[in-house]
């Protein structure tokens, strides 16, 4: 017995260490790691995980080795190769051996080789890839009724991404060869794009339940609440959504409780409530008065099918209005003090002084929504409180042009409406966002420039100093040391360049309030030396200020190039008509297509569902955020952590 167990283990040694390599019929892959006759160590028993799709969940595939008595597992998959059993196999351990077969049509899912594997099996693993292959391979054939009974045998099954999406009693199959986004099913929940299929599996677990994956990361509520919907008209009763984000895990024992493991914090699970009482139309945008939610965390218990959570990480309502998806009672204001600013500018006093402005502005923001003030009011708040720090580029910290003037612009956007005011060329309006606001507000245009709309802003009762006022010795003494430069470079018949703070410093506020309206400010003192009444992109709708129902954005940076990227209103675009998350669209713009043009700066960017961007490409940018619980939250350095709010 001793020397057979020895040969056993001589023999697993060996398999190990060697390549995968396909062992069967050339009709589908077949790959074995680890030794198949070896005895299973422990106990098996049910269970199923359910994982988001990310990096691989250690603790999480530990449960999952364990529930399977360390023992035999199979991996299903429809693409690829046996990658995924290498890593069970060597990085996760624990287990006797990996067997993965990769389908490549139906007929395999006949095969007497697979259909033995899939008897044998401890575990059962299905891997990532196209779902709407396994929809096409397995339902209704013996492969699925096999995955149905090995569950009905207590033994686990696990998932993960599109492994995970098929196990629900109805999913989403993804059958026109696409990826849905969150904007394209919420524009047409009826439509042929929410391809929702069932009669596929038949786990008592998650009977009733649509599942989702890669949830917070790639924005996958919206899209989950328009599936829940077809599948309800479908069912012909209320059903639950359960998204799983990219970095959790969700682990069911057999009773149906089950916990989250998380590899980041704020990551898990959310349970969406169907049963909508608003029946949607054919080829008709959304629209739902209140959808809730609750986050299961890694200090939840979840129980399933039902859906309770005890312990819940958070919960939150939304509503769907014309296909938007919108927060609900979660007021969140976002700012920004400007890109540029380096490590080594200050001193520790004055980075100390920046973050208490930071801090007064989001209180007074804040505090406006806490009223129930408008998204409107808590910008316009938060931004006058910037103009009256000295330490931004903006009122009374405004920069010089060249002939020693302070010289402002600014520009506001109402998200709900669409209207807009702007004002540039301005030099004795105290405060120049209220007077964007009084534009937008009480007249008929969008922009007015210099004296004409000092004249509107005094009609308006708005106040008007002496252009004394905006005066700091630290600005002018920045003026003196650009106009040496210029008069450097000109003695030497050498080409000015002009340092990349010369762009930098405007401010910036987003809010969404109560009523999940959005709203977007910028304001500042323009450009170092500037001349010819240059103008930026702080006064121009579309470029450096955008707000619509979705999507919300303030940017700062080198504005030429923001005006030819209309960057602002490019975010927002890329937002709805690509339906890319707001991180990633904000991301592309700033960090990518801008500094490829050959600019750079900031943003902030801010959604509808109350997800927060903070993009920038310089050594730091003035930012900060403030939500329900009102505490503010300031940075200002790139390698200064800023956790945001994760939203789902």
């Avoid at 986004?181 to 038949?202: C, K, M, Q």
């Avoid at 312990?311 to 979660?330: E, F, I, K, N």
């Avoid at 700062?556 to 690509?578: M, P, Q």
Wanted: hydrophobic fraction near 45%; charged fraction near 20%; aromatic fraction near 6%.
């Amino acid at each position: 017995m001793k020397r057979h167990a020895g040969w056993s283990m001589m023999l697993a040694a060996v398999l190990a260490a060697a390549p995968i390599l396909p062992v069967l019929a050339a009709d589908f892959g077949h790959y074995v790691l680890g030794d198949l006759q070896a005895r299973t160590p422990g106990k098996v028993q049910p269970g199923l995980l359910l994982m988001g799709g990310g990096d691989r969940n250690f603790d999480a595939m530990h449960w999952f080795m364990k529930k399977a008595g360390n023992g035999h597992i199979v991996v299903l998959r429809a693409s690829q190769g046996g990658e995924i059993g290498e890593e069970f196999f060597n990085e996760v351990g624990g287990i006797k051996s990996v067997e993965t077969f990769v389908f490549k049509d139906r007929e395999a899912a006949t095969d007497p080789k697979i259909l033995a594997a899939l008897k044998r099996a401890d575990g059962i693993f299905l891997a990532g890839g196209d779902q709407s292959r396994y929809v096409r391979y397995w339902r209704g054939t013996p492969v699925g009724a096999a995955l149905d009974a090995h569950v009905k045998a207590g033994k686990p099954l696990g998932g993960t991404s599109a492994g995970l999406a098929m196990l629900g009693e109805y999913l989403y199959g993804a059958m026109d060869g696409g990826s849905q986004t969150s904007p394209r099913a919420l524009a047409d929940p009826l439509g042929d794009g929410n391809t929702i299929e069932t009669d596929f599996l038949h786990i008592a677990q998650l009977n009733g339940i649509v599942t989702d994956t890669h949830f917070s990361e790639r924005a996958r509520l919206g899209r989950l609440v328009a599936f829940l919907a077809k599948a309800e008209q479908m069912a012909g009763k209320p059903l639950l959504g359960l998204g799983v984000d990219e970095d959790a895990a969700v682990a069911v024992e057999g009773d149906g409780s089950a916990r989250i493991y998380a590899t980041a914090p704020g990551a898990g699970a959310v349970v969406v409530r169907g049963g909508f009482a608003r029946k949607q139309a054919e080829d008709a945008a959304m629209n739902l008065d209140r959808v809730d939610t609750v986050v299961a965390g890694a200090d939840s218990l979840l129980r399933l099918p039902d859906g309770r959570v005890e312990r819940p990480l958070a919960q939150r309502s939304y509503a769907v209005r014309d296909g938007v998806l919108v927060a609900l009672d979660t007021p969140t204001l976002v700012i920004h003090g400007g890109a540029g600013v380096e490590p080594g500018d200050l001193t520790a006093d004055e980075e100390a002084v920046v973050k208490r402005a930071l801090a007064a502005a989001l209180r007074a923001g804040h505090a406006k929504l806490q009223a129930g003030a408008s998204s409107l009011d808590a910008v316009t708040a938060a931004i006058t409180v910037l103009e009256d720090a000295p330490q931004f580029n903006a009122g009374r910290g405004a920069v010089f042009t060249h002939d020693g003037r302070n010289e402002l612009d600014t520009s506001i956007m109402d998200g709900a409406t669409g209207k807009a005011g702007a004002a540039a060329g301005l030099h004795r309006v105290r405060n120049p966002i209220t007077l964007a606001r009084a534009i937008m507000d009480k007249s008929n245009h969008v922009m007015m420039v210099g004296d004409g709309a000092e004249m509107f802003a005094k009609e308006q009762g708005i106040a008007l100093v002496d252009p004394a006022y905006f005066r700091t010795e630290k600005r002018w003494k920045a003026l003196q040391r650009a106009l040496q430069e210029e008069q450097a470079a000109q003695a030497s018949n050498t080409p000015l360049v002009l340092p990349g703070k010369a762009y930098f410093g405007t401010v910036g506020a987003l809010a969404l309030d109560a009523k999940g309206q959005l709203a977007a400010g910028t304001s500042t003192g323009g450009m170092t030396n500037k001349r010819y009444g240059r103008v930026g992109d702080a006064p121009i709708i579309g470029a450096g200020t955008w707000a619509d129902a979705r999507c919300a954005v303030s940017g700062t940076g080198w504005g030429e190039f923001y005006i030819r990227s209309a960057a602002a209103h490019e975010i927002c675009a890329r937002v709805r008509l690509d339906g890319q998350p707001l991180a990633k669209a904000a991301d592309g713009v700033i960090n990518r297509d801008i500094p490829k043009a050959g600019g750079d700066g900031g943003a902030i960017a801010l959604g509808a569902d109350g997800s927060i961007a903070f993009p920038f490409n310089t050594g730091g940018m003035y930012r900060g955020w403030i939500g329900a619980d009102g505490v503010p939250h300031v940075a200002i350095y790139k390698t200064d952590a800023l956790p945001t709010p994760r939203t789902h």
